[in-house]
């Protein structure tokens, strides 16, 4: 894992002690809460529905089971005792006291955690591939780039007040697990046919009211000007991104508007001014980086690893979990475990403190100590040898996060919604547990196989609805909470936006028009075939018709 | 015309209604009740005063549901603010190990 370095430590620590001055003037009278606001948001104290809300950055969703543990520490000691994994790979505390949050946010800082840039109109926190450095389809490993990103746009003077919020994620496998193209700049780091490392440079994809898969203005980009090129986009962003409407205002308005081809041209125009310059990156600094990142000592282990198999064999609750739960690995005789936060009837990325603390220690005895977030809001342990997985599941079993749904129905991204959200105009978390208690039989789910159902409490749609095969947005209709279906999203390789299927349910009601479609493409599908694939091959007319049929 | 004034206490975020008295509570249920504007104007006036003196942050007026005797806002929205998250509710009686009588108590 990446360490701070004496810079990085000086910065994270001045902002908390500068955000107590902030805080204590607040609550002096001082300041009001109008020339609070941005000042809380900087830190990522958020007000929300109940209480306030504050997002811990988890940088590329990697962290230590150190932090883990202060996660869980600071969930018992300042909050009610849990807290909430995002589809940002970030962390959130739903009900912290604002004069509880220098303390909250020292105790991060002295575990080389904050909260900056986990809100405002800056770069925020780059995401990744949660098996970066481990997985088989990998080519280059992603958190190197995403390290430099985060080091280069920390507090970058230029990029503090952007038209809007944005978002970069980086993916160095063949398998987009990033989500890379709804993202404002998404990179595919790759070898071209020369041998050279580089990155196919995408932007302007997003999800929220007006979603669009990003444009690639770079089919390759070397390595070393990476920074210069990113720093060209985001000059021509933030000299030309609308400022006048709020929605309107994401790049990726910008690049439709303009045309990937325009905003291309600019970007390289600009870039001609920076890629010669000290943004090229010094290849000592990108070793010093890369050496954090190196693969850790791994135990020299034969395939097939008899203790493993023999489990497997013997345990059908085990064999249950390693079907959807276990990651091939890189390395003969490892595997990367899911732990998945959603057990059937829970809230979709929760985890009490207990379990926090109980992930940490499977996390020190099985993985290297180390831990990451998924943006479908789940844990994985990245180096489980494979002889220490069923001690593991054990550990999880125990700790009562062993379900095994990883792929299947029940593994529902979601939002908080209106349950927890300002913004939210429906519910989405009931929802997401009426569809897991509905679809709770785990032979049923198998049958029914890989399919994911995103659900979005509003339009801004950080419930990832847009990119779901089954896609739920909740808004609100004469006063009812009402879902509109969206099919055949996705948020892969093969990125595409869900069609709206028509006329919007009743929350009475969609969790049976999910059982409809699933029910539909149960009877439709050939051997083997996927709901996405089936969808793909049949179109959604079937599926319509099955939704809106006269029920007369 | 029925409403009531709610808003955030400065120090916690906790959300609270403004009683007729207008002192704060945590209760919904000690809501003090507008039936005409200048009890509304009234309350809201409050309500101000107190974030000006930095007790609470941006109260508002939530208009609630005519014709029964309990206080319930019109919208899905302040029904769930002011009673809490419809999932969890086990998070929804107890802040921070402390009981929310004193929570309350401290805001006034």
């Not at chain 1, 709804?182 to 990179?187: A, E, F, K, Q």
Request: glycine letters at 8%; charged letters at 25%.
């Amino acid at each position: 894992m990446y360490r701070y370095d004496e810079y990085d430590e000086t910065l994270v620590q001045e902002r908390v002690d500068q955000f107590r001055g902030q805080v204590a003037r607040r609550l002096s009278g001082e300041l009001t809460e109008n020339q609070f606001r941005p000042l809380r948001l900087m830190n990522g104290l958020y007000l929300q529905l109940h209480s306030y809300m504050l997002r811990v950055a988890i940088p590329y969703g990697v962290l230590s089971s150190t932090q883990m543990h202060r996660l869980a520490d600071i969930a018992r000691r300042y909050d009610k005792g849990y807290g909430h994994f995002t589809t940002r790979q970030n962390f959130q505390y739903n009900w912290p006291r604002l004069e509880d949050t220098p303390d909250i946010l020292q105790d991060l800082a002295d575990v080389e955690m904050h909260a900056i840039q986990t809100s405002g109109n800056c770069i925020r926190n780059v995401t990744s591939d949660e098996f970066a450095g481990v997985a088989p389809d990998e080519t280059h490993d992603p958190r190197i780039a995403c390290e430099i990103i985060r080091q280069w746009s920390s507090f970058h003077p230029e990029f503090s007040f952007l038209p809007r919020k944005f978002k970069i994620a980086v993916s160095g496998a063949k398998s987009d697990r990033a989500a890379i193209k709804v993202h404002d700049i998404g990179l595919r780091q790759y070898q071209n046919e020369d041998g050279e490392t580089g990155y196919e440079v995408m932007v302007g994809g997003g999800q929220g009211r007006t979603p669009m898969i990003a444009k690639t203005i770079r089919p390759f980009l070397l390595e070393k000007h990476l920074l210069s090129y990113l720093e060209a986009i985001m000059r021509v962003y933030n000299r030309f991104g609308r400022r006048d409407n709020k929605y309107k205002a994401r790049i990726k308005i910008l690049v439709h508007e303009m045309g990937a081809a325009a905003f291309s041209g600019l970007v390289e125009e600009e870039w001609e001014q920076l890629k010669d310059t000290s943004l090229q990156l010094p290849e000592a600094e990108v070793e010093r980086i890369q050496s954090y990142f190196e693969p850790p000592a791994y135990e020299d282990i034969n395939e097939p690893v008899a203790s493993f198999e023999n489990k497997r064999t013997e345990d059908k609750g085990f064999a249950a979990w390693v079907n959807t739960s276990v990651f091939p690995h890189k390395q003969a005789g490892y595997a990367a475990a899911i732990i998945s936060l959603k057990p059937i009837g829970g809230v979709p990325g929760d985890a009490s403190a207990e379990q926090m603390d109980a992930i940490a220690d499977l996390a020190d005895q099985y993985s290297l100590g180390e831990l990451r977030v998924t943006h479908a809001q789940n844990l994985v342990l990245a180096y489980v040898k494979k002889s220490d997985l069923y001690a593991l599941w054990q550990g999880l079993v125990e700790a009562d996060l062993a379900t095994a749904n990883q792929g299947l129905i029940t593994d529902i991204i979601v939002c908080p919604g209106l349950d927890y959200c300002q913004l939210a105009t429906a519910r989405s978390i009931p929802i997401a547990q009426e569809i897991a208690e509905r679809f709770a039989d785990i032979r049923r789910q198998h049958d029914i196989g890989n399919l994911y159902v995103n659900i979005s409490g509003c339009i801004n749609a950080c419930g990832h609805h847009h990119v779901g095969h089954i896609g739920i947005l909740g808004l609100e209709k004469k006063g009812q909470e009402s879902y509109q279906i969206t099919l055949g999203g996705r948020a892969d390789e093969h990125a595409a936006i869900g069609e709206r299927v028509g006329p919007a349910f009743s929350y009475e009601t969609i969790v049976d028009a999910v059982e409809t479609i699933v029910d539909t493409y149960i009877g439709i599908r050939e051997t083997d075939e996927r709901f996405i694939d089936t969808l793909t091959r049949t179109g959604t007319d079937v599926f319509k018709e099955a939704l809106y049929a006269d029920p007369a | 015309m029925k409403s009531a004034i709610t808003a955030n206490r400065l120090t916690d975020g906790a959300v609270l209604f403004l009683t007729a008295v207008e002192t704060w509570s945590e209760k919904m249920a000690d809501a003090g009740v507008a039936t005409d504007q200048a009890t509304e104007d009234r309350l809201l006036k409050a309500g101000q005063v107190s974030a000006e003196a930095q007790h609470v942050v941006d109260p508002y007026v939530v208009p609630l549901i005519e014709g029964q005797d309990e206080i319930s806002p019109m919208d899905r929205r302040e029904r769930i603010r002011g009673t809490g998250p419809t999932v969890q509710q086990e998070f929804n009686t107890r802040r921070h190990g402390s009981d929310v009588g004193a929570a309350a108590e401290k805001g006034r």
